[in-house]
Each structure stands twice: as structure tokens, then as C-alpha cells.
């Protein structure tokens, strides 16, 4: 099983550019999350998933971040436009039941 | 609302040293607990878990931890720390899919 994976693992952009972080489930989960961590605020839930379907987006900062899941297997993460204040580590984790598998991480920099 | 509190944010500890790390809940209905470990520059591991049953749990790493109900308290222990435990710890309560994580507890081992 090869967990679940994020690209990219870093990424550098420029404040106002689009950001979009990927993630693939492990196979056969079914609850997907994302979350958001920084020094400040520690680990913050962003947006959780079942069977594709947004269940709890509360923790999305605000309208400039949105989250998709096209497919069972697969999730993105876009930030539009992006802000300094977004540079974080965003993992993103997958679940089948009630334990979470976290992914690498995505450590984002806007600068 | 559910909320997890770790009383200790930073501990040192030299190698061989006993370690036992504090998490308190709050009741919430179903009592899920786990505690996660994060390596530097790494994502979150699963150290261990409690659903239900044996309130002493043994997880990975030689990592256990005791469900105290009365005390609303799943501490994490280990009888003997090594340079390698060097790391944040995270305990997180939830029932199904939504966790909730404490604010972590950075713990260095040193030689």
C-alpha cells in the first residue's frame, strides 16, 4: 500500500498566484481531510469528505480556498489568489472508519 | 464541543529517561483517543489508538497509554526515551471522521 500520497511536497509561489494541492486516497478509503499546519495555530481541520460529498468546510479560512473531490480515489486543494499568510504545511489525510492515515504534506510558500 | 488539552508544550529528557505526556478530554458521547506522532519535517504517524476495552493500550515504538475515564485523561508513556523519540506528539479525541487534535508536545531527547 503505498499510504497517501501528496504533490507537490513544496512548493514556492508569489502572492496573487493559484495554488492547487493535490492528494490521492489510499485504496478503498473513504473520508478524505485536509488540514492546515503552522506554528501559530498548530493543526487546523480545513475540510473533510465522505463518499465525495463536503461534509464540514467550518475550518476553510475563507472564499479564496476551495476544495474538490472529482473521484472516490482523488482530492485537490486550491488557494485563489494566494497570501503570504498562507504559508503553512497542508496534509492531507484519508480514512475508513476512525483512523486517520496522513500523507506527507505539502509545505507551501508565498512569498 | 469536543476539545483535547496537553498540558506540557515542551519536555527535554535525556536518553533513558521515563516520559509520560499529558492529554485531557472533553466528553463528547463515543470516546475515540489517539495519540500521533510527528518526526521532524515529517508527516503524522499513528502511535497508538483507544476504542474501547483494555484501557491500557500498547502502540508502536514501545509507546503505551492508560484511559483513565475518571480523570477524563489518555496520557502517553514510554519507560525509556531514546535520541530517536525526538519529536511533536499529538493527542486527538473524535467520534466518527472528525478529529480533534491538541496543541502538541515537542519533545527532545538528548545523548
Known amino acids: 500500500d503505498a499510504g497517501v500520497i501528496q504533490s507537490p511536497r513544496h512548493e514556492v509561489t508569489e502572492m496573487g498566484q493559484e495554488v492547487t494541492l493535490r492528494c490521492k486516497l489510499i485504496?478503498?478509503?473513504?473520508?478524505l481531510f485536509w488540514y492546515r499546519q503552522t506554528m501559530m495555530r498548530g493543526l487546523e481541520l480545513l475540510i473533510y469528505f465522505n463518499n465525495n460529498v463536503p461534509i464540514d468546510d467550518s475550518g476553510m479560512p475563507e472564499d479564496r480556498f476551495s476544495a474538490k473531490m472529482p473521484n472516490a480515489s482523488f482530492s485537490t486543494l486550491k488557494i485563489q489568489p494566494s497570501e503570504p499568510r498562507d504559508s503553512a504545511v497542508y496534509f492531507c489525510?484519508?480514512?475508513?472508519?476512525?483512523?486517520?492515515?496522513f500523507g506527507p504534506g505539502t509545505r507551501l510558500t508565498v512569498l | 464541543a469536543q476539545s483535547v488539552s496537553q498540558h506540557n508544550h515542551h519536555v527535554i529528557l535525556s536518553e533513558a529517561a521515563s516520559l509520560e505526556l499529558g492529554c485531557n478530554y472533553s466528553y463528547g458521547g463515543t470516546v475515540n483517543l489517539f495519540w500521533y506522532v510527528q518526526y521532524p519535517g515529517q508527516h503524522l504517524q499513528l502511535l497508538l489508538k483507544y476504542f474501547s476495552g483494555d484501557p491500557l493500550v500498547k502502540g508502536i515504538k514501545g509507546f503505551e497509554a492508560e484511559f483513565i475515564k475518571s480523570k477524563f485523561s489518555f496520557n502517553l508513556r514510554k519507560p525509556s526515551v531514546q535520541w530517536s523519540d525526538t519529536a511533536e506528539y499529538f493527542c486527538?479525541?473524535?467520534?466518527?471522521?472528525?478529529?480533534?487534535f491538541g496543541a502538541g508536545t515537542r519533545l527532545a531527547v538528548h545523548p
Open positions: 489525510a484519508s480514512s475508513q472508519g476512525d483512523t486517520q492515515y
Open positions: 486527538a479525541t473524535g467520534g466518527y471522521n472528525k478529529l480533534i
Open positions: 485504496s478503498g478509503h473513504n473520508s
